[in-house]
């Protein structure tokens, strides 16, 4: 089934089309309705599907968690810490509510809290997975470890559960376990660039530098922003004399560093004031620094929900989205912020970006417009220019169609979209 088949199923749903069945099973329908809605970050909608299903039954504890998942993923976490006890109020036995409203208490700083609430369901495997978790925050290192393996013989072979205590076997210098879960993990998906490291840490500990190095060379092989890997890297070859390389090393790992620094401090912001634009969109240009695109596109989606005809977030979106090859909500975007804001020279990015994802469809016409109402804005773009004439040339081969003529394409460039837009850029034609 097709995207748009299985959003317009989902709708019918939303809207109590082709429903013939009791309030329960409609507010089920809705809940997983709106689930799908939030997964396609399709936030008004979502919310739509949730409130109608606690319309039909206020009681609905699926419906009021589900909520309560919306709003700490858009960062409003008391809206969601009382959907969160809404939905233990209505079920107690809601596991879910409970679990997600732990993890909440425990990154706002109260963790004997998060980890009282988790022992209240010492079956739920999703808190098995969690709690070892907050207990080596504490130190607690045999109830941590007493944890994972209950979550093992529960919820059968787990990564993630291996991973952990694999590190948690590292951390105590139990070295032969520690090897022994993370090569399990590894040859069940040695994809993992965790793993790769917390290997390289072994090696690092152990004083086998070369294999240290060998390892998190892969880790970041994996994952180019892992930072941690950056700081391990810097050791290793520190201990190989190689202080040129380390000082690189550990340059890179301060800058993601930073990043990562800022996103802390912006989220304790948005948590006071959830509706801030600023720091929404300075949360979504360091998870961009740190390659964390999917977050960028929620604070993104997030500043556009309280105010559709946002010209930055425009811009930025449709940008990250065109990267991700989404051409038909990014001309969307773009006859959104085309329309609201004409005149403004920031627009000639979004008629840039029209004309990109025209361009590489192979529809000339439609990108030749495109960019000359870029140019028209703004005539300083090299690159608009460069893809003019790209266009130019690409309607004059169709036109002489006999195959005579092989003059050579100039390269197709993407605009270099920035992740954020400085105030200088503001201004508007003519101003």
Not at 378 to 401: C, F, M, P, Y
Not at 403 to 410: A, Y
């Amino acid at each position: 089934m097709s995207l748009a088949v299985l959003l317009a199923a989902l709708w019918a749903i939303l809207s109590g089309c082709g429903i013939d069945s009791g309030p329960q099973e409609e507010g089920d329908h809705l809940v997983q309705a709106g689930r799908e809605f939030a997964e396609e970050h399709r936030y008004v909608e979502a919310r739509r599907a949730f409130e109608k299903a606690l319309a039909i039954d206020s009681l609905n504890a699926a419906a009021h968690c589900a909520l309560g998942d919306l709003d700490a993923r858009l960062g409003h976490m008391e809206r969601a810490v009382q959907a969160y006890k809404a939905a233990l109020a209505a079920d107690s036995t809601y596991h879910r509510a409970r679990h997600n409203l732990a993890v909440i208490e425990a990154d706002q700083g109260h963790l004997p809290l998060a980890i009282e609430l988790l022992e209240r369901i010492p079956t739920y495997v999703p808190a098995l997975r969690t709690l070892p978790l907050f207990y080596a925050k504490q130190g607690r290192y045999d109830l941590a470890e007493k944890g994972l393996h209950t979550a093992l013989e529960m919820g059968g072979e787990d990564i993630d559960v291996r991973h952990q205590l694999g590190r948690l076997y590292l951390r105590q210098g139990r070295y032969d376990e520690a090897r022994a879960e993370l090569d399990l993990v590894l040859a069940q998906d040695s994809t993992q660039a965790e793993s790769h490291r917390l290997l390289g840490l072994l090696h690092l500990a152990e004083r086998s530098y070369q294999e240290a190095l060998a390892a998190f060379h892969h880790a970041l092989a994996l994952d180019p922003h892992l930072i941690e890997a950056h700081y391990n890297l810097s050791s290793a070859l520190l201990a190989l004399g190689q202080p040129t390389q380390a000082q690189a090393a550990l340059a890179r790992f301060e800058t993601l560093a930073a990043h990562a620094a800022q996103i802390a401090h912006l989220r304790r912001q948005l948590d006071a004031e959830p509706d801030h634009r600023e720091t929404r969109l300075q949360l979504a240009h360091h998870y961009r620094q740190l390659g964390r695109d999917d977050d960028a596109l929620t604070h993104y989606r997030a500043v556009l929900l309280a105010d559709s005809a946002d010209l930055e977030a425009l811009i930025l979106l449709s940008g990250l989205l065109s990267a991700r090859g989404e051409d038909q909500e990014v001309l969307e975007l773009c006859r959104r912020g085309i329309t609201q804001h004409p005149e403004d020279v920031r627009t000639s990015k979004l008629h840039f970006t029209r004309g990109y994802v025209y361009m590489r469809s192979n529809q000339y016409q439609e990108a030749r417009t495109a960019f000359e109402h870029a140019l028209a804005l703004d005539s300083s773009s090299a690159i608009a220019w460069n893809n003019l004439g790209h266009v130019q040339l690409s309607l004059e081969r169709k036109r002489r169609h006999n195959g005579r003529w092989n003059r050579p394409l100039p390269p197709i460039q993407r605009w270099p979209m920035p992740t954020t837009i400085s105030a200088a850029s503001s201004c508007k034609k003519g101003s």
